[in-house]
């Protein structure tokens, strides 16, 4: 039998390039778990990953795609059997290991979560890796005392996908969202997501010498680093946490210790990638709860798998809107 993916190869020269190509199931890595995967999205790392790999990818001929939901085939592992709804999110898989961009995948049985009840695999792959990272930066803000009442919320890189879902998220647990985009025609849609107020990226790119500025923000999930993380360490309300999720705006953090000695703010770092088996059922267990659908249907751009070498270029130039939800089969 054979199947579609899409496959990005590496030439003589080091350059790549990315084709929807038929395999054979002999070409599958080893694994516990055979999957027919339904729906896949395109993240960050999806982009770096589809084109010149961003130092992710070790080996070609190479699979992308960090995420997938779909059906089990075949399962060597009780805890899974033929006709079971699963997700997958991180362990490199898309990276190191055979990705989602393919209408069969097999995987560590390790590696996979059912599928929540109350979502669709469309739905869970709407939400996807960018979702559930969203979700775990949350569950880490209200683990530090993040309640609502307390101020408004800051969200960096709001109209990405990270951004929108934490919007969407802590505008449904009834906290006031202040939403930062670099892209003013967004602000309708963060607007329509639960944003209370939206803020320009200018407003807070640019760095500072003081190292304390107005007490402002109750909590903030930033996907965006670099000097923007440094200023709004300053702004922080007493006691308050940020959740770094993301380096949109580079690496470095060009801060000082002063917000975390004299108020004591708290910056969490959030990684998806290698999270415990509890703590996944924990999220989207709280995804299901609480994330609206209709909100998150709202994020959705359909996509195939002849759409992602665009859409790869695309999103490593911020320019992909919400979440991207790739029908493989399509």
Known sequence: ????????????????????????????????????????????????CVGPGG????????????????????????????????????????EAHWGGYSQKARVNADWLVPLPDGLTTRQAMAVGTAGFTAMLAVMALEDHGLTSGNGEVLVTGAAGGVGSVATAILANLGH????????????????SL????????EDLNETTKRPL???????CVDAV????????LGQMKYGASVAAVGLAGGAQLPATVIPFLLRGVNLLGIDSVMQ?????????????????????????????????????????????????????NA
């Open 276 to 328: 415990p088996y509890d703590n996944r059922l924990r999220a989207w267990g709280r995804i299901a709860a609480d994330l609206p659908m209709d909100k998150l249907e709202a994020m959705v751009q359909p996509a195939t798998l002849g759409d992602l070498p665009d859409l790869g270029r695309s999103i490593l130039k911020g320019g992909v809107r919400g979440r991207v939800v790739v029908d493989v």
């Open 194 to 201: 639960g944003a209370s107020r939206i803020v320009p990226r």
């Open 1 to 48: 039998m054979t199947f579609n993916a899409l496959v990005v190869e590496k030439d003589d020269e080091g350059k790549t390039s990315a084709s929807v190509q038929s395999l054979s199931e002999d070409r599958l890595p080893e694994g516990d778990v055979t999957v027919a995967v339904e729906y896949s999205t395109v993240n960050y790392k999806d982009g770096l």
């Open 55 to 94: 130092g992710l990818v070790r080996n070609y001929p190479h699979v992308p795609g960090i995420d997938f939901a779909g059906t089990v085939d075949a399962s060597d592992d009780d805890r899974y059997a033929p006709g079971d709804k699963v997700v997958l999110t991180g362990w490199r898989v898309g």
């Open 213 to 219: 500025e107005a007490e402002t923000w109750a909590g």
């Open 176 to 191: 006031e969202v202040a939403a930062v985009t670099g892209r003013p025609e967004q602000a309708d849609y963060l607007t």
């Open 225 to 232: 680093g670099g000097d923007m993380l440094a200023r709004v």
